[in-house]
């Protein structure tokens, strides 16, 4: 989803709005409409602010019905390719949930949106069984909207909260590697038990 993510938006779309995106396109219902409830907004940071959802609605990525007295924030989304098959939505609740855990180990918690992104987007590339990951960088640095800059930041900030013991960066090949934190491979773990 990162990916259909990283090539369907457009590259300035910010961390917070490419967050929610993930969360609207996973809860999703055949027909395109996606219903967040509002714990799972705040839970994200993302219950405070109309931008994330404007920024969506500029790209013509999803479209909000006029606001209404519901609990439930609701949009519609407009690709339809997301629509053509795709997993079944209880793989998709599952992806989810882990894709909110990700994001809110109590390393990231407080760290904002781009390093959550930036350590789902590794998350998802650990093998499994282990706690090493590798992935081609330009691949995570547009799951994540940044550039190479960008990215390197955000593994440097990464490393400083614990979330990742080590990382490299092949300069040559665009090869990154890196080694977890326990914090992230618990939350791998919770996910592969669950499957």
């Given at each position: ?81 997301l629509l ?100 992230l491979d ?10």
């Amino acid at each position: 989803m990162l990916s259909y993510l990283a090539a369907t938006l457009p590259s300035p779309t910010g961390p917070q709005a490419r967050l929610l995106a993930l969360q609207c396109s996973l809860r999703a219902d055949d027909r395109g409409r996606a219903q967040l409830p509002p714990g799972l907004l705040r839970g994200m940071h993302l219950h405070d602010e109309g931008t994330w959802w404007h920024e969506l609605e500029q790209a013509h990525w999803l479209r909000r019905p006029p606001p209404s007295s519901a609990d439930r924030a609701t949009a519609q989304l407009l690709d339809t390719t997301l629509l053509s098959p795709r997993p079944g939505r209880r793989s998709r609740a599952r992806a989810a949930d882990w894709a909110l855990r990700a994001a809110s180990t109590p390393a990231l918690r407080n760290q904002g949106a781009g390093l959550q992104l930036a350590a789902m987007a590794l998350a998802v590339h650990v093998s499994p069984g282990t706690a090493s990951g590798t992935a081609d960088a330009g691949q995570v640095a547009r799951s994540c909207g940044l550039t190479g800059d960008q990215l390197i930041t955000a593994l440097e900030q990464l490393a400083t909260t614990g979330v990742l013991t080590t990382w490299t960066l092949d300069a040559g090949t665009d090869d990154l590697a890196w080694q977890s934190s326990q914090a992230l491979d618990r939350v791998r773990m919770r996910q592969g038990a669950q499957t």
